[in-house]
């Protein structure tokens, strides 16, 4: 058989495998409707892709064998036919550079923004502090593990106590795949959700930067896996410098705006994918965290970028990149299944595992409880103890852990670390992830919130007495020059800046930005100054003015953030437009057939 | 250095080539919008990629050393690292496997059926008879070349005439990518359009049809590389069984329809995106050709599945499919760009190249003149000479000769195969590319051609006339029996069949199809069966009825194909629904902000 077959052969493998999971996707999504259709909540839809591939894998495993002549060709023509193993064995390059980022992009992007920074002292304390006694706490039980493992002879090598942080480190990230579909689809509490969720965002590039500040500390000779005070400190300052590093990258290539291409919205949109894939690559390549990088990116851009964009690039971005998050997803839980069968070298020790299993618990436990107790002496808005429950329940395990375990699976405890990361995984997946709504009316937690009730002037009102000095002053810079400076909407900079800054702000200034300028100005920036009427800054609907000079009541398309639930725009005055020159309402419905309720204002009084 | 920081350097270097690509795309997206902006258009969007892509090449090439350590090391931990090679010398497999199918996809999806099926004799011609001709007639020539050079003593290794004929089959394959853009933005004649797009998107398939068959006549013992007669008739067979396999294999799964996901129209376009990819690679993984496959799956998918889809899912794959084409395509010409100088192994020589330039030239020539000569005898609507001198300046070589080159460079012919192929592929896109707009203008043939003036009455009973028989009868089959069968348009199968069939119609007819049943129903059916009044059916608005029972002329979605300027759905008058029975006419305007201008019309006397 010479080369040019084989490699004709070996493609014909690849697309054969690469059709497997294309065929596992599209059943996945079959069933996944069937559950929706018939309203069966008792299984996650990435806990289903996670059978699918067990299914196949031992499918795969056990009902077809390669014939030998084939491998032995492989080596010879190794040069030109392409590895066909490459796609079983699953670079986790892969991984991490193509179907990792538009997961963490989309978490960014579609933030609910207001109730993530109202609880963001609480978010960061849970993913920071949290992990890393998540991280200790298990790296120290496994050690004891370990160590009586070795005295009675269970142990079949090497086991450190890096390897013991490594682990640790790997399974403190928690997932915020299942809990986010889940809580979106029973709208559970919005404060319980965007601690869920934030802490679960971010806990991933914590567990990201410290297991690789665990691997930059291991000592190059090898043989002093020893642990010091000093490392320590180091693994600290690498751990600071890698975060910081990313999240700037991360705001500065998102702050990046484009405004010339609006006529163009496929380029937009080629652009906009693009410079958000680039992000992470760029972090990577210069050795910060890429995961941290997209989504502080992703964020930026919902925040400032989603405004400059044209009205058809915002549709397609936001669709995009739904269903890339979607594809990406399911790819990899059914991954996750097929590799309980396909991986060759796994080690499955009982006691390690049940170690593990009660480290993961005890971990978690060490994280939630004694930092709620600490954040609720300050709270004014107390996390009760039945949301402590629900946070120790759903600290499901996903995406990130297995990549970090995949990762390198070179040594005996690398392997046994994976193998007993799968079976973590396949648990909180399909138990907690599974018992999250039992769990949730266990615990007697209101589902079927209406996030509109959120938007009455009272809990509005609280919300501006909770939010901190800092965030206000921010808020503030943000409104007045950040955004100005960044997009077309909110106040021109000439109207903000001091006088004597005149001919900078004229030359920053976009000429959009001047149509929000006008006869009406005054009212608009009194109304930005004036603290007292903020109640009226979160109606649900946008007042905002076109070029036939109607007002336009568009409750959908508030330009405020690229998700329909979002309604983090209401935070800002600037975005209501609230020029008022038009003389028409238009209530846009849902059915484009439908003819548009036509209401006729009387002219607004000049 | 142990192998875990092998890893993270090598995932570093991983991402930093990623990014360059991406960064390549970005730059060349950048340029591509000014061009627009200037409307500059001697260099394509194609051609300028393939700039970007040489002097990236020229940097890494010249630029930038890799450590000698690196690589020692990479060897050692190849195991566990991934290559860090592997983006850089660019796995053909990712190319067949990932790139193109979205590419040929988009060109079936977004085909203007109608220009296409009327000129289907004469495109099917050009690109059966058309490419073997091309093939064989470069061949020869190369042929002779090579045996001169024999003897003169240039050639450094074995070329066999099977390589000659296999040469002739990748550098016949015009490429539709370049050509589509220029000829859709300069609006040409559409029949010329739709000539030379129907020949290159159909002749890829011919051409790697070709090729594998040449490959798969080369004798098993390698060393009689003559050509017979019987394995002449043997390689056709194989040619039309391959051929013919793939085309019902993607007809077959573009007919699967999926009506029930309408509510949710994420699944749904999750679901079409996967079953669209998994025509290429179930093609691919029997053995057939998966771009044959993809391109009639996505005519059909054009034709049935697209009515079945949600308003939502029908925007989102065109615009998905839309952006996938575009960044793929993009992708391909830096790569090739970037080929040039980071190949390793280049063999130029410059006597090949002379005769290959010649060769493809004189293939042309053999292809076009004689067989529009002959095409002519039976055409009434003849192709003229500037049409046919066009045609043989428009064939542009690109993305599918380099892929079939590239896959397979192992041995010294193949080496010299693969460098001249990317010097015909960048001389026909720079020089023919950009010379197209003023070879137009030179050949006085007409742009800027409304394609409304297209669908005048005269215009339309020609067109009538033109269509042969077979065309007529498909047609009627299609509209009355294929159309209600796999999707909601169209009249119910209960009309249509006789009245023997009734139980099993009303069994395989959809409940939405019963709505175009009504009081008017006999006005739909005879409206067909009248040919008529056919010229009514090309007036450029469809008329469809909502629920609420007023008339919406859409002339932008006219539910008939994918794409806002395919206008085959006029052939159509079941796409019409025109059920009459509303009371006010809609014009929706392109600004959603803009209120739509409202018609109140008097009630239809029924």
Partial sequence: MDCIRMAEESHRQDSAYLLIFIMLLTLTILTIWLFKHRRFRFLH????????????????????????????????????ASPATLLVTFDPEVFFNILLPPIIFHAGYSLKRRHFFRNIGSILTYAFMGTVISCFVIGLIMYGFV?????????????FFTDCLFFGAIVSATDPVTVLAIFNELKVDVDLYALLFGESVLNDAVAIVLSSSVVAYQPAGDNSHSFEAMAVLKSFGIFLGVFSGSFSLGVATGVMTFTKLRDFPLLETGLFFLMSWSTFLLAEACGMTGVVAVLFCGITQAHYTYNNLSRDSQDRTKQLFELLNFLAENFIFSYMGLTLFSFQSHVFNPMFIIGAFLAVFLGRAANIYPLSFLLNLGRKNKIGMNFQHVMMFAGLRGAMTFALSIRDTATYARQ???STTLLIVFFTVWICGGGTTPMLSFMSIPVGVDSDQEHSPENMRSTKHESAWPFRIWYNFDHNYLKPLLTHSGPPLTATLPACCGPLARCLTSPQAYENEGPLHDDDSDFILN????????????????????????????????FKDSRDGELDPAERDVAIRGTRLVLPMDDPLEPPTTVTLPPPIL
């Fill in 416 to 418: 046994m670390m994976f």
């Fill in 147 to 159: 160590s009586f493992m070795k005295v009675v002879g269970q142990l079949g090598g090497d086991f």
């Fill in 531 to 562: 603290d007292a009427n903020v109640s009226s800054l979160y109606a649900d609907v946008t007042v905002s003015t076109d070029a036939s000079g109607s007002r336009t009541m568009n409750p959908k398309h508030s330009g405020a953030g690229p």
């Fill in 45 to 80: 839809e990435t806990g289903l892709a996670m059978i699918y591939g067990l299914l196949v894998g031992v499918i795969l495993r056990f009902g077809i064998h390669v014939p030998q002549s084939m491998s032995d060709t492989v080596l010879e023509c190794a040069v030109n």
